[in-house]
């Protein structure tokens, strides 16, 4: 069970008998003045600008919710939409199920040098998001770039394609570098968790009879739920909001091909300066994170308690 | 499970086929025993195959794409259109230098370190001040508050990117290290306060027990005797906030503009932007301001990994 699930009360705290409460505060108010100063009040700050139509140097006029219904015509912003929803398969669905078919050959086994291999598939997760970026736009040069030339060198020069700059394929090439991400961590994720599983669940499933499969299936993978829904909230978090990547490789195009809600968010914002406009994007980007990682987590809930 | 952490050298266990020759030389066994256990080893080894095939593929695609990259790096101009692993007929550490002054990576490194020290020495201060208040001490309103730093975890930046800009503005603070540093240790210390909270309430109980005896105050308790427990913690967490400091793009890209403010990856985004056809000098750009990450990576894997499972697992 994870820490936050337990109530903070539930502890035993230790504290003197003529303690003072307050004393507890003056160790909180640093960290929380910082915090409520420089994210907490743009927060609610942001709410509020997105009911104003602010050009960022005029004076602000009230529009009521304009700037949300706006948003019902925007088709750069439709657009938008749908690549982040298309960027959930590269980004959440492919990861999660690589890292499966991983655990499912790594774990269960004597593997010399695991933690060799582990740290190894961890490193593009850990690295700057504007570094894979560089990375990948050498990788996919249209002229002499190191997937074409070796396409070329295979004898299949004909499939050798420009392609962050072709409009079918320029999302899917973006979204395989966010597998190549995220898979990584997905996979270390779950070889912890299936160290944590019991083992007395695999010595009753071999005498019940359970192949390799069968153990997979019914104590490896119900013993990785609570990893399996944060690698899904996680990975679904950063599919909705990314933005280095596609900023460093494609800049949303060619065209508006792989325009993200961030990307068009930051456009309005600091480029185009429809300031409100941009907040009442924000607002709709934070609600869909938060209510995506809310169902996540609650479909989990409930599967726990059933359990 | 069979997982060998115990051994700290993972390249010397890599060293398979050796094994059992290593361990004839320590302990020389009879000719039989010798075959036998040759056999087996050998039989473990053939079905064991498929699982390395795999993980050796996944290893080199994971890892690849920054070798090419290294590589280009040190070649010229005109070299790159000959193959991605040829290697270059002088190896030119040249471009090294150029993007360091030239490319002005020595300013953008700089601002980097300014700013990752100042965020991380700061943010780990005060999450361990108020993490010690919230994992040890009872106070009136202590659950709401705790959830307020948590959702300041799940808020994504662009929730509060646009008015933070504006904010700053208006204070002066736009184009200055502040504006760099204050937001990210805002952020910073959501995290970190509830990844303390965590290191202090799992202490055990007759360590604040022998502290009270020894009568020391809250301060001196968390100062003397805690702080040396939870050390392991404040390590993870000094890592994590190196690095998502030394990573972060989008407070970078939108609170400063002057070039010698840019932090790396800043720098690098914008001189790919101007330079893309200079591939090996970008390469350059791109290998400096992996180095650092690859390096902490290395050097703290453990807290790391434990960190990143640990911290996404308790988010939940």
């Not at chain 1, 966010?178 to 997905?186: E, I, K, M």
């Not at chain 2, 090996?280 to 453990?302: D, E, H, K, N």
Request: hydrophobic letters at 55%.
């Amino acid at each position: 069970m994870s820490r936050l699930a337990r109530a903070p009360h539930a502890h035993r705290k230790s504290y003197e008998p003529g303690y003072r409460p307050w004393v507890a505060y003056l160790y909180i108010l640093p960290a929380l003045l910082i915090y409520a100063g420089f994210v907490l009040w743009p927060i609610l700050d942001t709410v509020r600008y997105s009911f104003y139509e602010w050009d960022g140097f005029s004076q602000p006029v009230f529009a009521g919710l304009a700037n949300y219904l706006g948003l019902l015509g925007d088709q750069v912003l439709h657009i938008a939409l749908r690549n982040n929803f298309l960027f959930i398969a590269f980004y959440t669905a492919f990861p999660i199920l690589l890292a499966l078919f991983l655990t499912a050959m790594l774990t269960r086994r004597e593997i010399r040098g695991l933690s060799f291999f582990r740290a190894g598939l961890f490193i593009p997760y850990v690295m700057s998001m504007v570094v894979v970026g560089v990375v990948w736009r050498w990788i996919y040069n249209p002229a002499f770039g190191p997937l074409n030339q070796l396409l070329k060198a295979l004898g299949l020069a004909a499939w050798a394609r420009p392609w962050l700059g072709d409009f079918t394929l320029a999302l899917p090439a973006v979204g395989v570098v966010g597998t190549w991400v995220q898979y990584g961590f997905c996979l270390v994720l779950f070889v912890a968790g299936v160290q944590r599983i019991d083992e007395a669940l695999y010595d009753a499933a071999k005498i019940d009879g359970a192949d390799e499969f069968q153990q997979f299936r019914h104590v490896t993978l119900p013993g990785l739920r609570s990893e399996i829904s944060v690698a899904l909230v996680t990975t679904l978090i950063s599919a909705l909001r990314i933005f280095d990547l596609v900023f460093v490789t494609t800049r949303g195009g060619p065209g508006n091909q792989t325009m993200v809600a961030s990307l068009w968010l930051y456009r309005n914002a600091f480029q185009i300066n429809r300031v409100g406009y941009a907040a009442a994007i924000a607002v709709v980007l934070t609600v869909i994170i938060m209510l995506v990682s809310y169902a996540v987590l609650s479909i989990r809930l409930r599967a726990t308690s059933e359990s | 499970m069979k997982l060998h952490s115990g051994r700290d050298d993972p390249v010397n266990s890599l060293a398979t086929s050796t094994h059992g020759a290593s361990a004839l030389q320590r302990r020389p066994l009879a000719g039989y025993a010798f075959w036998s256990r040759l056999r087996s080893e050998a039989r473990r080894w053939v079905r064991a195959a498929p699982t390395y095939l795999v993980l050796v593929v996944f290893l080199l695609l994971a890892v690849t794409p920054f070798l090419i990259v290294a590589l280009t790096a040190l070649k010229s101009s005109s070299e790159i259109a000959q193959g991605v692993f040829r290697l270059p007929e002088t190896w030119r550490w040249g471009n090294f230098v150029q993007a360091w002054t030239q490319a002005r990576f020595a300013y953008y490194f700089r601002s980097s370190l300014v700013v990752v020290v100042a965020v991380v020495s700061a943010s780990t201060l005060l999450s361990l001040l108020s993490g010690y208040a919230f994992g040890r001490m009872r106070f009136p309103l202590s659950g709401p508050l705790f959830l307020l730093f948590l959702l300041g975890i799940m808020a994504p930046q662009e929730a509060f990117i646009i008015p933070l800009y504006h904010n700053l503005k208006r204070l002066g603070l736009v184009d200055t290290y502040w504006a760099l540093i204050l937001p990210q240790v805002g952020m910073s210390v959501c995290f970190g306060t509830f990844w303390m909270r965590g290191a202090f309430a799992d202490l055990p109980r007759d360590l604040a027990d022998a502290a009270k005896v020894d009568g020391c105050n809250s301060w001196n308790a968390l100062w003397r005797v805690m702080l040396p427990v939870v050390r392991p913690a404040v390590l993870t967490l000094v890592v994590l906030l190196f690095v998502w400091t030394w990573n972060d793009f989008l407070l970078a890209l939108v609170l400063v503009s002057s070039e010698e403010l840019r932090t790396l990856p800043l720098g690098l985004a914008f001189f790919q932007g101007r330079y893309a056809t200079n591939v090996p000098l970008v390469s350059a750009g791109a290998t400096m301001v992996a180095l650092p990450t690859i390096v902490i990576y290395f050097l703290f894997q453990r807290q790391f990994i434990r960190g990143i499972t640990g911290g996404a697992l308790a988010g939940t």
